[in-house]
């Protein structure tokens, strides 16, 4: 008889430790992924183009070698632009740690009703945009050409991937311009600013406009 028990009590305890084992398997099955992750970003470049003349290009260049680790994004250039100019500034935002690398400018676009860039210069740098840009007060003019609404009527919010830029007759030496990307998942609204969400990047050049 003493067999007997024996033999029934490993049964069941293999079948508890089964259940326990299946239960175990289902919650990891269950976990939610986790999303709003900020994007991994070791390259960005900011694109000035000539709106009078395509071939016109001021490119300026930040690099973070290690993406995650302990390194931050260096600015590797200074922005110099001509005077009495309008140009169209875009963004080249790459992950390098991949092969190939990963253009994280389409994942912005993919979601850019989470994203939003904002900017600040040297008071009066620019003819347009007026003023010291937006980091400080959401409201502030900046001349964007995007926005989130998939139906692009005007309806949505900026996003800032494309914006434009008219340089002054007189120029500046040794002034400031700063392009911060805010990641704002769930919360991006007309009225969200630069200190909203979670900053991808904020980077400061010298500008010089001569």
Known sequence: MKTIE????????????????IVSCSDDDD?????????????????FTNDADPNDVVRASAE????????????????TLAVDTQYTLTFEIFNNLETPGEDIGEE????????????????DAFDSPAGNGNVDTASDPINYNDEDSVAQD??????GLSTSWTTPVTGITGGTFTARLQHQPDIKTATTGANDGDTDFNLTFVLNIQ
Do not use: M, Y
């Open 31 to 47: 976990a939610p992924e986790e999303e709003n992750e900020l994007e991994v970003i070791t390259d960005v470049t900011l694109v």
């Open 64 to 79: 973070d070698p290690d993406g995650e680790g302990i390194q931050e994004l260096v600015v590797l250039d200074e922005i």
């Open 6 to 21: 024996k033999i029934i009590n490993f049964r069941l305890l293999a079948i508890l430790f089964a259940s326990i084992a």
């Open 154 to 159: 005007g309806s949505g919010n900026p996003v």
């Open 108 to 123: 912005i676009l993919g979601e850019d009703d989470e994203h939003q860039f904002f900017f600040s210069f040297t008071a």
